[in-house]
């Protein structure tokens, strides 16, 4: 029984060691993120938008880009969007304190306009990143941009038999 115990409180241990690791990871690529200027993004936003939630999530919720509101507050998700996938969310016994949200995009294009090509291609490492240090097992995507960019990614991996499509090429 004490040998059970011990092992429970080892493995609680390192449990807890891992959820600060790898809030300390995303920390880090959040902070990086709000001092990106390796697009043209950076010239209009108010606040780049890395992502908030839970770091031991079994759920991933990844949309296209900022809006106006996110640009504003520097989280994703929070206007009238956000209002409606809190409510989905809860629907499915969910909230946001459960999940890890976030773009491709880190920042808002002007106008609310479709993320450009370089626009996605500059920012993607950092969701992989965010994707890394996570490791969900469901990733939800919101929008047509992070659709055909989770796909294409994993299609990709498939083909060169790589077995995680995340890691930098």
């Known amino acids: 029984m004490a040998v059970r115990f011990i092992r429970t409180e080892i493995e609680r241990n390192l449990c807890q060691e891992s959820v600060a690791l790898s809030k300390k990871e995303l920390d880090v690529v959040a902070s990086e993120v709000r001092v990106c200027t390796k697009c043209p993004l950076w010239k209009s936003r108010k606040n780049a938008v890395p992502g908030v939630g839970n770091p031991e999530t079994r759920t991933m919720l990844i949309g296209e880009a900022p809006g106006r509101s996110e640009d504003v507050k520097g989280e ?5 969007a956000g209002k409606l996938l809190d409510t989905l969310l809860s629907q499915i016994g969910l909230s946001r304190e459960q999940v890890f949200i976030t773009n491709v995009v880190k920042c808002r294009p002007p106008g609310n306009r479709q993320p450009k090509p370089l626009e996605i291609e500059t920012c993607t490492p950092y969701l992989n990143r965010q994707i890394l240090i996570i490791q969900p097992e469901f990733i939800v995507t919101l ?3 992070s659709t055909a960019y989770v796909f294409l990614k994993n299609n990709a991996a498939l083909q060169q038999h790589n077995t995680s499509p995340w890691k930098a090429a």
Do not use: N, R
Request: charged residues 0%.
């Open 76 to 80: 994703p998700f929070v206007g009238t």
């Open 143 to 145: 929008g047509s941009h």
